[in-house]
């Protein structure tokens, strides 16, 4: 065949092409390739050149001492900065060198996560970088496939992957698993013809695509695209694309950060302005409002944070959930929608035989996956596996090139899923295909292919030659003449009943096969002459089946308020089919033709509607995120494929699959599944509602004390009465008390009922109003103990440094009686279990040890001016601390009740 020179550069605008859309003559012109010889070596080196090699670039990562002065820019932070820099300017070196050492610590902890996050990009260039055969200037060469260039012919064989996207033109029984672009569940058979322009991508059947392997068969295609211009290089590029959401957590924590300094800036202005008034000195009331800031600012609350999250995420690990970065824990807490892929997720990925029809009876098959174990019954009674029924199983067993192998307590496949269901399937019935295989040797065959749509298998008897086939039912119903009886003989059929009980099996989303047999003389060749007269041994229906997990799972995030979505590559009568029977409303199923024909308003209404969602492109999924976000809601996607892998970075949260997932999904998302089970994500949102209560609660603890310590010095300089509390003193009690009391309410076990309650909604803030009137309530509390028993300490002519260890006392202990009543927010803490969270009781028994050195020891007292005091004065500050533990716990029991009886 002659085409123009080779020597002519290809046109490098290509990418417009529909390559399906041509005869593969045309492909070869249009690229000035020759499909018998190739390019010759310097047009390939020129190509080469102008192209670049056959790999995905990465974008541009952010250079880690930018990734790390990111993580001091949250307003809490620079704050912190400020006042230490202001502390070490005013020579307090203790204070300043602990603040410091706060947000340091922190900041190593963010940026260490953040590193981990590099690699999506990396991962997909590592998808094409593989060994390929290629023919140039009429040799087949073994080169790496970077070296490929558009106009080369490559050539492929089961068990390649497909190195670049390729226009075939060329196939013998050629088989790929397109499901890491497509999300189509089986492998794709592939054929050279032209097809119509319009065509979606996962039904160009002569395209091979770049990262897909190769399950069965040859073929030999043209290169049309190579690294960043290919489908897979799309993808990539999507995934550059995708913006980079802030977190629920992030977005609440700066908002309140926010609020949180500009009621401490207001009150440190207030204490400054109060004093000047008085006529005190601006540098001793810069000091004061210095000493109230420290005071204020929560040290603690960045460490609480990160402590808090990082224990979730090792009680996620436990719940088979790996997060990779440590915000993502929150966000499951928050989510309102879990966008899943179907094949692997809600599925076993597993095709499975669910039903046989055979002598116009219909047969039930148990069992779940490969692992053949099951029965075969008829109306709940174990069937006999004779005549008709015997035969199909037969027939499934022997006409047929998979293997079924066991390895250890695993059973796996060789070959196309479709013909290893069959195996198992005539395993349950008691054939083992080895000895059938023995007592029917094979002696010829008709490979499946796309336009022949069944596959036949010749075997010696003593009675001549016997054929085997399976197909469609469409294409061996009309050459069926006979069916095969239950008792064994062959009499007639009713081609209408056939085709009602395929169709019957059809609208439950199986793929059915028809299988029929045939006897015929040794010596007559196997060709499709001879496949006619055939007798009819039945129907087989087979399904990847749901998981039980999943169905469970989906009533509980419904019942959680949680809407799950099914978002699948898969045909829209199995997407229905399954969704049905996992408790999807499926009742409406849209495709991703329908979907393209939408604009954004259009779109973003049939994402909230509709549940179902088939046939989907990569840049659908995205779409299809987008407009859910932008609807208000938090988004959840769930996907193992390099199709999936934008619209997991896309999404609030992506969760790819441990076990099947790529390593392009992995890398793309915040979570990853280590079994592959939507169930997994169930638990993974509880986790995460915890750990969003367990940081409110944090919170609640630990202001009032902040609080409490800014208007215990507001109150002395308005009073102009001798500052209760030293800053020193100040910075005491949040550390100490942050570290050893606050942090153990990261460990609080998860509160009974978490399942039930709605999503958190976007627009929630971090505090309600309860809380803030039981965090004032607290705060107040503090301010009268604290200042009540330092006046009368000081009346009853006690020195300063002991009525100040009084009043710092009074703070460490009304926390720890506090603390307690933060175990939960609604509830008497005893209703969480006395000994259910054993850190707090380790953490007060730390901090009243430490009290006692602080109040006795001589370092101490000289370090932080305090001074020993009487048991009297221990009597007062535990009464005054049982007091306020008293009311808050009426506080709490009185605003439940309200909540309770409005409804709320």
């Given amino acids: 065949m002659a085409f123009p020179d080779p020597a002519i550069s290809a046109p490098d605008n290509t990418s417009t092409v529909s390559w399906h859309a041509e005869t593969a003559e045309d492909a070869a012109r249009r690229l000035s390739t020759d499909l018998q010889r190739g390019l010759d070596a310097i047009e390939a080196d020129a190509r080469l050149t102008r192209h670049g090699p056959n790999q995905l670039s990465r974008s541009n990562a952010t250079p880690g001492w930018k990734r790390f002065v990111g993580q001091l820019s949250q307003p809490l932070v620079i704050v912190l900065l400020g006042a230490g820099s202001i502390t070490a300017g005013l020579g307090e070196w203790i204070d300043s060198s602990v603040i410091f050492g706060v947000v340091l610590v922190n900041a190593a902890i963010g940026y260490w996560q953040e590193a981990q996050a590099e690699g999506a990009l990396a991962a997909l260039a590592r998808t094409v970088s593989t060994p390929v055969t290629v023919l140039r200037s009429g040799q087949h060469q073994q080169l790496d496939a970077r070296q490929l260039v558009p106009g080369d012919i490559v050539r492929l064989a089961a068990g390649d992957r497909t190195p670049a996207d390729l226009r075939l033109f060329h196939q013998r029984e050629l088989h790929t698993d397109d499901s890491m672009l497509t999300g189509e569940s089986l492998p794709v058979s592939k054929h050279n013809e032209v097809i119509a322009q319009e065509t979606m991508l996962a039904e160009r059947h002569n395209m091979a695509y770049a990262g897909t392997t190769v399950v069965a068969g040859q073929g030999s295609g043209i290169v049309i695209a ?100 440590l915000p993502a824990v929150e966000t499951l807490g928050s989510t309102t929608i879990i966008c899943s892929d179907k094949t692997g997720t809600l599925t076993e990925n597993a095709m499975t035989v669910r039903a046989l029809w055979a002598a116009g009876q219909s047969f039930e098959v148990s069992g779940h996956g490969y692992v053949p174990e099951g029965t075969i019954s008829q109306q709940e009674n174990p069937a006999e596996i004779t005549g008709a029924l015997r035969e199909i199983l037969v027939a499934g067993a022997l006409c047929n090139d998979a293997h079924l192998n066991r390895s250890g307590a695993h059973w796996k496949i060789t070959g196309d899923p479709t013909e290893a269901a069959l195996l198992v399937v005539a395993r349950k019935g008691g054939l083992a295909e080895q000895t059938l295989r023995t007592l029917l040797p094979r002696h010829d065959e008709l490979p499946f292919d796309a336009s022949r749509q069944y596959m036949a298998t010749a075997h010696r008897t003593d009675r001549g030659q016997h054929l085997y086939l399976k197909g469609a039912v469409e294409k061996l119903l009309p050459l069926c003449r006979g069916q095969l009886q239950q008792e064994g003989q062959i009499g007639p059929f009713k081609p209408s009943d056939v085709e009602q009980a395929a169709h019957a099996l059809a609208r439950q989303g199986m793929r059915v096969l028809l299988l029929a047999s045939r006897q015929c003389p040794d010596n007559a060749p196997l060709d499709d002459g001879i496949v006619a007269d055939l007798t009819l041994l039945g129907l087989v229906g087979m399904i990847d089946p749901p998981r039980k997990a999943a169905i469970g799972a989906i009533r509980h995030c419904h019942s959680a308020g949680i809407r799950v979505k099914m978002i699948t590559g898969d045909h829209a009568v199995t997407a229905q089919a399954i969704a049905r029977q996992i408790g999807l409303n499926g009742e409406r199923v849209m495709t991703g033709r329908e979907l393209a024909r939408l604009d954004e308003p259009a779109l973003a209404a049939a994402a909230h509607e509709a549940d179902v969602f088939a046939r989907v492109e990569p840049e659908q999924k995205l779409r299809l995120v987008r407009a859910l976000q932008g609807r208000g809601e938090v988004v959840a996607m769930t996907g193992d494929g390099v199709n999936d892998a934008p619209a997991l970075k896309q999404a609030d949260i992506g969760i790819a699959m441990g076990q099947g997932g790529t390593e392009v999904a992995k890398a793309a998302a915040d979570m990853v599944l280590t079994d592959d089970n939507f169930a997994s994500i169930e638990a993974a949102v509880e986790e995460g509602r915890g750990v969003w209560d367990n940081l409110v609660k944090f919170i609640t603890w630990t202001l009032p004390t902040n609080f409490g310590e800014g208007l215990v010095i507001v109150a002395a300089i308005i009073f102009g009465a001798t500052l209760p509390i030293t800053p020193l003193q100040i910075l005491w009690i949040n550390m100490t008390t942050a570290v050893l009391l606050g942090l153990t309410l990261a460990f609080e076990p998860i509160e009974r009922g978490i399942m039930q309650r709605p999503p958190r909604r976007l627009n929630t803030p971090v505090l309600d109003h309860a809380l803030i009137r039981r965090i004032t309530l607290v705060s107040l509390l503090l301010l009268a103990g604290s200042f009540g028993l330092f006046l009368r300490e000081l009346d009853q002519g006690h020195t300063l440094a002991e009525a100040r260890t009084v009043a710092v006392n009074v703070f460490v202990m009304v926390e720890i009686f506090y603390l307690f009543n933060c175990r939960s927010l609604t509830v008497g803490f005893w209703k969480q279990g006395l000994f259910s969270n054993p850190w707090i009781w380790g953490g007060v028994a730390g901090m009243l040890v430490l009290q006692l050195l602080l109040t006795y020891w001589p370092p101490l007292n000289t370090l932080f001016q305090t001074a020993p005091i009487g048991w009297t004065e221990w009597a007062e500050i535990t009464l005054f601390a049982w007091f306020c533990a008293l009311l808050i716990g009426l506080e709490k029991h009185w605003a439940t009740f309200h909540v309770k009886r409005d409804g709320l």
Avoid: C, Q
């Fill in 226 to 325: 190579t690294g960043d211009a290919t489908e897979t290089g799309r993808i990539a590029g999507l995934i550059a694309a995708a913006d980079e959401l802030a977190t629920p957590l992030t977005r609440k924590m700066t908002a309140f950060s926010n609020w949180l300094l500009w009621a401490i800036g207001g009150l440190a202005l207030l204490t400054f302005g109060i004093g000047l008034a008085r006529g005190e000195s601006a540098f001793e009331m810069f000091m004061a409002a210095v000493a109230l800031a420290v005071g204020a600012i929560p040290e603690g609350l960045p460490a609480a944070v990160t402590v808090t999250l990082a224990i979730g995420v090792a009680r996620m690990a436990r719940r088979r959930a790996i997060i990779r970065h």
